[in-house]
């Protein structure tokens, strides 16, 4: 890659990790305020999530429109599942969130499935899930950033933040477009999240490389396709070879 | 609020309020109404912000007051495009049983149904053949092993859940609003809580996740297809039976 899309390439990665570190710290709080709700030495009741709403809605803004806390099952000491969980809303204070939590009910819908639930539960780390059509909170296009939380050695939910795919885009368009038409950020599946390119647009899945593949070992890639990971995070960037 | 409701009706209903114990106040009120049908099964609550100010109490109260109405089955909040507070409980006794609503139903409005739904779901099982990864078709799966053994409600549980996946693995939020939506219309109806589910309604959906993993966009919509229609087609033999 010659150097100038270097340079623009290393400022991309810089401003993705930038945006990304933002999202998480803001969920900082909450964090310290989970961990004091689940030290007791019996688990928490229900009722006692609503302690966490301050931080929660203060984790709300910028990019950030929704926050909160899932719990595990069986985390709650009187339900099987529960969460904290409050969203912006035009032009007015934020609102919480409410689904259906009895999974006798015809509406139930197990969140333990979805991603940004399983993988911080099975690899112990942070996660950025998406770009995907979230039904259970948004019905948009989401990037949902979850962070696993322990009680007693176990695994106790997830404290989380969703971020439009729209937002992500607009805040990083104007950072790819340096690099042409054939530059896009994907997600560890090879799912684009932002493109400059009509031909991969947001939510298409890049075939010209096999990203998660790529993933395991993030090895330089032959041919004029260059593929580089945004700091830690489940994003990187995709810049194929001119034709 | 129901139009037809008289002015002294609404007036008292929503007379500003004591004092003390406001929030209890305010559900015991929104309850009255409830039971007594000035708010209808189904209708959405005027906004917290239009209820406040006709009860004449802050925003965060009448926000109690629903927590309440919720935890007693009476209100259910849905977020989202169309979301707001809406009643739960229809007046004078429990909701109309399945026959009931079968019978209330005309086939042509069955077949109005099915087309819709078939279409929507279709195209989402198309798009979803084209546009899923690896994890999408895991959670489809997942979702279709669930048809299999369930009974009852686990059925309608299922089918709810399976659609809404192939509609959020077709990358599409348009396609799964308009799957949320159909499925509140009449997911009660086409996917009805009896006994073991449609026989074959399990290999249908193992047949369409087929299709989607292997990229075959025009089988899997043509397969969710005729499942939907194969789904009407059992509520239309059901009507007849039924009867007038």
């Known amino acids: ?243 | 609020m129901r139009k037809g409701m008289s002015h002294g009706a609404r007036s008292a209903m929503f007379a500003p309020l004591d004092q003390l114990g406001r929030a209890e106040a305010v559900a015991a009120r929104l309850v009255d109404a409830i039971t007594l049908g000035l708010l209808a099964d189904a209708e959405r609550l005027p906004s917290e912000a239009e209820l406040a100010a006709q009860f004449g109490v802050s925003t965060v109260t009448v926000r109690e007051a629903l927590v309440v109405l919720r935890q007693r089955g009476l209100v259910e909040t849905r977020r989202g495009r169309g979301g707001g507070s809406f009643v739960t409980a229809p007046a004078g006794g429990p909701s109309p049983s399945w026959q009931d609503s079968l019978r209330a139903v005309s086939l042509g409005e069955l077949r109005d149904i099915g087309d819709h739904y078939a279409a929507i779901a279709g195209a989402a099982a198309r798009l979803a053949a084209d546009r899923s990864s690896t994890e999408d078709i895991q959670r489809l799966e997942l979702a279709t092993a669930d048809l299999r053994s369930a009974t009852g409600v686990e059925v309608a549980r299922a089918e709810r859940q399976f659609h809404l996946e192939v509609a959020a693995a077709a990358q599409s939020p348009r396609l799964t609003q308009e799957e949320v939506q159909l499925q509140r219309a009449c997911g009660g109806l086409l996917w009805l809580p009896l006994g073991s589910g449609e026989p074959g309604g399990h290999e249908e959906h193992r047949a369409i996740t087929e299709a989607i993993s292997d990229g075959a966009g025009d089988a899997a919509r043509r397969l969710t297809e005729d499942h939907v229609l194969n789904a009407v087609d059992r509520l239309a033999g059901l009507h007849l039976d039924l009867g007038p």
């Not at chain 1, 000491?77 to 409050?86: I, L, P, R, V, Y």
């Not at chain 1, 530059?183 to 939510?203: D, E, K």
């Not at chain 1, 490389?209 to 830690?232: E, F, I, K, N, Y």
């Open chain 1, 1 to 243: 890659m010659d150097e100038t899309r270097q340079v623009v390439g290393d400022e991309i990665v810089e401003h993705v990790s930038t945006l990304v570190e933002g999202v998480f710290d803001r969920l900082k709080p909450i964090l310290v305020a989970v961990d004091t709700l689940l030290a007791g030495p019996s688990r928490p009741h229900a009722d006692e999530l609503d302690r966490l709403s301050p931080q929660v809605r203060d984790a709300l803004g910028g990019i950030v429109i929704g926050a909160g806390f899932v719990c595990a099952p069986r985390t709650l000491s009187d339900q099987e599942f529960g969460f904290q969980w409050w969203e912006t809303a035009p032009g007015g204070p934020p609102t919480q969130l409410f689904i259906s939590l009895d999974p006798a009910s015809e509406s139930f819908l197990d969140y333990t499935r979805q991603s940004w639930f399983t993988v911080p539960r099975d690899t112990g780390r942070r996660h950025i899930t998406g770009p995907y059509v979230d039904y259970l909170c948004t019905d948009e296009y989401t990037l949902t950033f979850t962070i696993p939380v322990r009680r007693q050695g176990s695994f106790a939910g997830v404290v989380g933040a969703d971020v439009y795919v729209r937002e992500f885009e607009r805040a990083l368009r104007p950072v790819l477009r340096p690099l042409g038409s054939r530059a896009a950020l994907v997600n560890a599946q090879g799912r684009v999240i932002v493109s400059n390119s009509i031909r991969q647009v947001t939510g298409s899945l890049v075939r010209e490389v096999d990203v998660a593949s790529w993933w395991m070992t993030q090895a330089p890639l032959r041919g004029g396709t260059t593929l580089r990971r945004c700091g830690d995070a489940p994003i990187a960037l995709v810049n194929s070879a001119a034709r």
